[in-house]
C-alpha cells in the first residue's frame, strides 16, 4: 500500500460525506439527553480548539495529555491535537495521583486537559514539571478549554505532519513495573485504519455504537478511526451499559467490544435475534473470546463474533475475516478461539526461543513488523532496543501458533501480564505497591479466570516476622495508589512463596491453586 503521508486528520476529513449537516455523532450525555453534532460541528468545534493549541506556539513534538471523562469533546480535543500537529496522549480516568505523576513525569506534557474536579491536584503537577498550560474539560462542556477555544475562529488548516510524525504516545504498563509510551506516528495510525476499512468491510450507511473508552487503541483508535475514515455515523455512549448498546443496535451496523461486553450484554435477555437483526458485525478484541461465548453469541443472535488482535504499539495485527474472500481460496470464515490472519501488510512470525520460525501449528513466540509498527518507546531507548530483533521484528510478549492457512490462535503470554475486563494490569507494578505496605515482606499477584472479567487479579502476601496484616485492608490501601481495575479481588496471606531452585517465584503454581476461586 502506498500511503499518503499527510495529517492523519487530513486522511479523515477527506472521508468526510459531502452532507456537512448530516449527524456525524448522535451522542447521549452525562445525564442521559441527547446531543447530535453534525460532520460540520467536528470540523468547526475541533478546529477552535486547534487553533486554541496553536495559538501556544509550542515547539513541534508537544505533548497533549488528557484525562477527562468520555464526551464527544473529548473525541473533538483529539482531532483538534491532530490538527494542531501535537501528540495526543490519552490517560485512563481510573488513574489515581501516584499514577499520573509518572506520566507527566516521564512525558513532560506541553498541555495537560482534566476534569474541572481534579484540576487542583493536576495543576500542581502539571506545573511543577513544566507544563505550558493546564485546560479543565467537563463531560458536560465544562471547563476553561472549551470556554478558552471560543474566542478563537472555526477554519483550521490541518499542520503538515508526515508519516513518520508523532501523532500519540499511548503508555502501556512495563514487566518491569514501569509504564512505557508507545510512541505512534500518523502513518502507523493511518496505514491500519485504511487496511481495517477495507478488511472489515466499511460500507456506505454503516453506523458504529461506540460504547467503550477512549484512552486506548481499541475505543480511540479502531473504533473512532473506524468510523470516520468511512464517514459512518457514531452512537456515542458515555459508559458501557448492556441495555443501552441493545437498545441502540437496531439503528447500527458495527459494534465493537472487549470480551467482557459480550459477557454482559448475553446476561440481558433483551438481547435477542430481532434486537440484533439490524447489525452487519460484531467486532471482538483487547482480551481471549471464551468460545463459549463465541457459541453462545451465535445461537442468541443469529451474529458470528468477529475476533481480532492488537495492542498499543502496534494497533491491529490479526482479524478474522468479514466474509468468505476470494484472497483465501474464498473457504474463509471467522473461527472462534482465533484472532484470524495476520492484516495485509503486517508480518507475522512464530518463532522458537532462539527465534528460529517453527513449523505451521506449533507454539512459540509471536513477532510481528509492518507499517502499524510503533516508533518506539519514549525516551527508552534501551527498552525498544530490547523489545526488536536485529531483523527488526518486534516482540509481542504473546504465545501462538499459527496453523498452515493462516489462522492464529494465541495460547498464552511469556510477558507477566493479566488482561482484566481489556485492561492490562502488570503484576510487577502491583507488587511493588504492595510490598511497600505495612507488615508486607513480599508478595505475587497472579491471574486466574473470572466469569465477568475474563481473569482477575489474586495477592498473595508473605507477612514481615510478627505482622498479621488483614487482606482486606492491603486491598483498600491498594486502591488508594493505583487505578481501581489494577487491584486484585482478593488477597491471602501465606507463610512463603513458591520458589524454584534459581529462586524465581512459581506463578503457575500460585494460579492453580486459585484457579477455582471465582468459578
Ligand atoms: C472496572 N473494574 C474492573 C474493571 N473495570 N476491575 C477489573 N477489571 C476491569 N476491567 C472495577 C472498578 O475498579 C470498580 O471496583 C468496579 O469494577 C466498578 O467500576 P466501573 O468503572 O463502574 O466498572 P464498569 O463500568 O463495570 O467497567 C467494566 C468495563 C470496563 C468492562 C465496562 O472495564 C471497560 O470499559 N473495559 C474496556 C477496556 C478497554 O477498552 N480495553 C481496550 C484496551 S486496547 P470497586 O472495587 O471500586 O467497586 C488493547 C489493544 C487491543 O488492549 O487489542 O484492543
Ligand atoms: P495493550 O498493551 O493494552 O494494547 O494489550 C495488548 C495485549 O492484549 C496483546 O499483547 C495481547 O496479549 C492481548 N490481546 C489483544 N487482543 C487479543 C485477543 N483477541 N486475544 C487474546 N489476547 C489479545
New binding site residues.
Given amino acids: 500500500m502506498t500511503l499518503p503521508s499527510l495529517n492523519l486528520y487530513s486522511a479523515l476529513r477527506a472521508a468526510f460525506p459531502a452532507d456537512l449537516d448530516s449527524t456525524a455523532v448522535e451522542a447521549t450525555g452525562p445525564h442521559g439527553e441527547s446531543l447530535n453534532y453534525t460532520w460540520r460541528d467536528l470540523e468547526r468545534a475541533s478546529a477552535r480548539i486547534a487553533n486554541l493549541l496553536q495559538s501556544l506556539a509550542l515547539p513541534k513534538g508537544s505533548r497533549v495529555a488528557v484525562q477527562v471523562e468520555k464526551s464527544v469533546e473529548a473525541l473533538l480535543l483529539y482531532l483538534a491535537t491532530l490538527r494542531a500537529g501535537h501528540v495526543f496522549l490519552p490517560l485512563n480516568t481510573?488513574y489515581k495521583s501516584a499514577e499520573i505523576e509518572y506520566f507527566i513525569d516521564n512525558a513532560e506534557p506541553a498541555v495537560v486537559v482534566c476534569t474541572p474536579g481534579n484540576f487542583g491536584w493536576v495543576s500542581r503537577i502539571a506545573f511543577a514539571r513544566g507544563a505550558h498550560s493546564v485546560f479543565t474539560l467537563g463531560d458536560d462542556r465544562s471547563g476553561s478549554l472549551l470556554e478558552r477555544a471560543a474566542h478563537f475562529g472555526d477554519e483550521h488548516e490541518p499542520v503538515a505532519r508526515t508519516a513518520q510524525d508523532l501523532a500519540a504516545i499511548l503508555y502501556t504498563s512495563g514487566t518491569t513495573g514501569r509504564s512505557k509510551g508507545a510512541m505512534l506516528t500518523h502513518g502507523n495510525l493511518l496505514s491500519n485504519a485504511l487496511v481495517l476499512k477495507d478488511y472489515w468491510g466499511w460500507r456506505e450507511g454503516d453506523v458504529l455504537v461506540h460504547a467503550?473508552?477512549i484512552f486506548?487503541?481499541?475505543?480511540l483508535f479502531?473504533a473512532i478511526h473506524g468510523a470516520l475514515i468511512n464517514g459512518s455515523k457514531m452512537i456515542w455512549l458515555p459508559?458501557?451499559e448492556p441495555r443501552a448498546v441493545i437498545d441502540a443496535l437496531p439503528r447500527a451496523t458495527v459494534f465493537m467490544g472487549?470480551p467482557?461486553?459480550y459477557v454482559r450484554m448475553l446476561a440481558d435477555p433483551a438481547l435477542t435475534r430481532e434486537a440484533a437483526r439490524h447489525m452487519r458485525l460484531f467486532i471482538s478484541?483487547?482480551?481471549p473470546l471464551l468460545i463459549e461465548t463465541f457459541r453462545q453469541w451465535q445461537e442468541r443472535t443469529g451474529h458470528t463474533i468477529l475476533e481480532r488482535?492488537?495492542?498499543?504499539e502496534t494497533i491491529?495485527l490479526t482479524s478474522n475475516p468479514w466474509t468468505a474472500d476470494e484472497r483465501h481460496g474464498g473457504q474463509d470464515e471467522r473461527r472462534g478461539a482465533t484472532v484470524g490472519f495476520a492484516l495485509p501488510g503486517v508480518g507475522l512470525r512464530v518463532v522458537d526461543d532462539g527465534g528460529t520460525p517453527v513449523a505451521a501449528g506449533e507454539a512459540g513466540h509471536i513477532q510481528v513488523r509492518g507499517p502499524n509498527v510503533f516508533a518506539g518507546y519514549w525516551r527508552m531507548p534501551e527498552k525498544t532496543r530490547e523489545e526488536f530483533t536485529a531483523d527488526g521484528w518486534f516482540r509481542t510478549g504473546d504465545v501462538g501458533l499459527q496453523d498452515e492457512r493462516g489462522y492464529v490462535t494465541i495460547i498464552g503470554r511469556s510477558k507477566d501480564l493479566i488482561i482484566?475486563?481489556?485492561?492490562?494490569v502488570y503484576p510487577a507494578e502491583v507488587e511493588s505497591v504492595l510490598n511497600e505496605l505495612p507488615g508486607v515482606a513480599e508478595s505475587a499477584v497472579v491471574g486466574v479466570p473470572h466469569p465477568d472479567?475474563g481473569e482477575?487479579g489474586v495477592a498473595i502476601v508473605v507477612p514481615r516476622p510478627g505482622a498479621a496484616p488483614d487482606p482486606d485492608a492491603l486491598l483498600l490501601q491498594l486502591?488508594q495508589q493505583l487505578a481501581?481495575?489494577k487491584?486484585p479481588k482478593r488477597c491471602f496471606l501465606a507463610a512463603e512463596l513458591p520458589r524454584n531452585t534459581m529462586g524465581k517465584v512459581q506463578k503457575n503454581l500460585l494460579r492453580e491453586q486459585h484457579q477455582d476461586l471465582f468459578a
Fill in positions: 481510573a467503550l473508552p486506548h487503541v481499541h475505543g479502531v459508559r458501557f472487549v467482557t461486553l478484541g483487547s482480551a488482535y492488537g495492542m498499543s491491529m482484566s475486563g481489556g485492561y492490562n472479567f482477575a486502591k481501581g481495575y487491584v
